[in-house]
């Protein structure tokens, strides 16, 4: 098991809280895609679009619920 990470997004405006998030996530875990569609069925979000750019950069795109 991994120590755990603190992600301080205080302050930042929608989506970078959870893209800084995802960041962190890739860092420490190659499961990051399954990490945010567990996130999404668990806020109701939906997960738009998931793509790869170079560099094995993952993006995400989220609608929030609602």
């Known amino acids: ?8 997004t205080k302050g930042m405006k929608c989506p970078l809280p ?3 998030a ?7 875990d190659p499961g990051a ?4 569609e567990h996130f ?3 806020t109701g979000a ?3 679009a998931l ?4 560099g ?3 993006v995400f795109t989220l609608r929030k619920p609602g």
């Open 1 to 8: 098991m991994s120590d755990p990470v603190l992600v301080d």
């Open 18 to 20: 959870v893209l800084k």
């Open 22 to 28: 995802r960041k962190a996530l890739k860092a420490l």
């Open 33 to 36: 895609v399954k990490d945010f």
């Open 40 to 42: 999404c069925k668990v």
């Open 46 to 48: 939906s997960l738009v």
């Open 51 to 54: 793509t790869e750019e170079t």
């Open 56 to 58: 094995g950069v993952l």
